[in-house]
């Protein structure tokens, strides 16, 4: 697993929903257009504000996403995390 250095954080992106609360499907245009959510896998060992699982809205603008085993995420600046949920 790649542990990030400096400020950054390696995200998992949280599933969007595919239907409304009501159960009307949504298409992609709307789903995209909400806000990022996801689960913090790796942070640096010196970042005391964050914790592995912590789920947190952030801004992608800067993130840069890698695949590793297979799987997709985010590696970005802890700067952009605008919520964490509690």
């Known amino acids: 697993m790649l542990t990030p ?3 950054h954080l390696l995200i998992r ?5 595919t239907e409304s ?3 009307v499907l949504l298409p992609d245009t709307v789903r995209t257009a909400e806000a990022d959510e996801g689960f913090v896998v790796q942070l640096p060992a010196s970042d005391a504000r964050f ?6 809205v952030f801004k992608a603008y800067g993130a840069c996403e890698l695949e590793i085993d297979g ?3 985010l ?8 919520g964490v949920y509690a």
């Open 5 to 7: 250095i400096n400020d």
């Open 75 to 82: 590696l970005l600046p802890s700067k952009n995390v605008i």
């Open 51 to 56: 914790n592995i699982n912590d789920r947190v």
């Open 71 to 73: 799987e997709k995420l």
């Open 21 to 23: 609360a009501g159960g």
């Open 13 to 17: 992106r949280a599933e969007r929903p």
